[in-house]
């Protein structure tokens, strides 16, 4: 039948469409001139359907030589004419379904069909999701007045998301306004890529309805949430939803911050992301900018007994404040650099005395730190001092001294490859740092590996920091 211009029409007594609208007008609770009115509308139905298109078997027949014509054999650089032009035929399709789509929801066949409402009969019966069914619900209401755009779609010039852009710009400000600038906007869907189609309508929008968009900013702002709940496993779930502003601003911080470190920074993109929100935090904690709570300066308090930390097996777990036990290694991380109160306790766990809170890394001996490492010590690393903690080589609850010929600078990421993953890392003098890869551990071995590309995971290899050396005696 390819070429046939004819359509078939046929009919059936009755259709499974009227059974189904029999029995909802049968509905006893049904209002007595509703039903009289939905009778006649399916008295309608009963005289043109099934409708079974000739033209809708000729597609199918298309695509089924589409689906068998061998394409493993054709070179992956000659299918992207191919690709594009199946494209603009799925787009040309799109059209045709919102055609008839438009006929459908006028003539309330989805009520037909037993559903509440033309998106439900959509998601129900065609496998859409909710927002893909508004859309072209949407599309199908607002196109029949916009022949422009509508013949642009049709004709394959003008893609389906742009085309969507247009009909949600109509639905928003009203068809009658959008008529206006139907030809610009038409010529625009047909040149420009989604990204750009998307911030010409946001433009068109406020200029053709800037109450309307001051409206609907304020909505947004007021659906502002934001959740930080810790799951039963002890992650924590972030969650939100902030306006444009308020979602620009956190997202120019984070990119600030979401840079790899070096290039053996192996992260992907969500976890520099993750990363960064944890250092945005960290930052603003030891800027000590933020206003005190009960009379302290926020920060993160672990309690965990003296030899714990010298990795006594036997002890309790150490426990961070608020979040509930943390592993010995994490705590003897976070003790590397922080501030120590040392409480001595009876038996009985009742507090004998609270000693003086002291930096395990004096002030001064940080500044000499940061003087000579420059930032991260870790190879291939490029992390400033301030984004650092001072690492001991040899951790202090094990007697190491807090002396620049035992602290190294190491960010966070590197600090905590160290504890928790288990590198090895050494400081030879002031000028040299010697990392090694955890054995029988294949952790991040490309890090490794990358640093020297000769290497070997279990290799140790040696580094030279190109910092320029300073001895400086701050003890
Ligand atoms: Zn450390
Ligand atoms: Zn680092």
Wanted: charged letters at 25%; glycine letters at 8%.
């Amino acid at each position: 039948m390819a070429g046939s211009t004819a359509v078939r029409t046929t009919f059936s007594q009755p259709s499974s469409c009227s059974i189904r609208a029999r029995q909802w007008t049968d509905n006893p609770l049904l209002h007595k001139g509703a039903r009289f009115h939905y009778e006649r509308l399916f008295d309608t139905i009963d005289a043109v359907v099934p409708i079974a298109s000739d033209a809708v078997d000729d597609l199918a027949a298309a695509l089924d030589r589409l689906a068998a014509d061998p394409v493993d054999h054709i070179p992956a650089h000659a299918l992207g004419d191919e690709l594009a032009r199946i494209r603009r035929q799925i787009d040309r399709l799109e059209a045709q379904f919102i055609r008839r789509l438009h006929r459908f929801d006028r003539g309330h066949g989805a009520l037909a069909e037993g559903a509440v409402s033309t998106v439900s009969w959509l998601r129900a019966t065609c496998g859409l999701t909710g927002g893909a069914a508004v859309d072209r619900v949407r599309m199908a209401r607002v196109l029949a007045e916009l022949p422009e755009a509508a013949t642009s779609f049709r004709a394959g010039t003008a893609p389906f998301t742009n085309v969507s852009l247009i009909a949600r710009l109509a639905d928003d400000v009203g068809v009658e306004s959008v008529r206006t600038v139907e030809h610009i906007l038409t010529v625009a869907a047909e040149k420009l890529d989604v990204g750009r189609m998307r911030l010409l309508v946001a433009c068109t929008r406020h200029r053709l309805d800037a109450d309307g968009v001051l409206d609907e900013d304020n909505r947004n702002h007021d659906r502002r949430w934001f959740a930080c709940d810790q799951t039963y496993g002890g992650v924590f779930v972030l969650r939100g939803e902030l306006d444009a502003e308020g979602g620009a601003l956190v997202r120019t911080a984070l990119d600030a911050l979401t840079t790899p470190c070096g290039p053996n920074d192996d992260r992907t993109a969500s976890q520099r992301r993750a990363d960064a929100i944890v250092d945005m935090a960290s930052r603003q904690l030891a800027s000590g900018a933020l206003p005190a709570v009960h009379g302290q300066r926020p920060h993160l308090t672990v309690t965990v007994a003296a030899q714990s930390l010298q990795g006594a097996a036997s002890q309790a777990p150490a426990d961070l404040g608020g979040v509930g036990p943390i592993h010995i290694e994490t705590v003897r991380r976070i003790a590397c650099d922080a501030v120590r109160t040392v409480a001595t306790v009876t038996d009985t766990a009742a507090p004998m005395s609270v000693g003086r809170a002291t930096r395990t890394i004096p002030a001064a001996l940080r500044t000499a730190l940061s003087l000579r490492d420059k930032g991260c010590r870790f190879p291939g690393c490029d992390r400033p001092p301030e984004w650092t903690d001072g690492h001991h080589v040899k951790h202090w609850a094990d007697g190491g001294e807090t002396s620049l010929h035992n602290l190294v600078l190491l960010c966070r990421r590197h600090h905590r490859m160290v504890h928790e993953r288990g590198w090895q890392i050494r400081l030879e003098g002031a000028s040299r740092v010697t990392v090694s890869e955890p054995p029988g551990r294949p952790i991040h071995s490309r890090v490794a590996s990358s640093v020297d590309g000769r290497l070997a995971r279990g290799d140790q290899h040696r580094v030279d920091h190109p910092a320029p050396r300073l001895a400086v005696n701050a003890t």
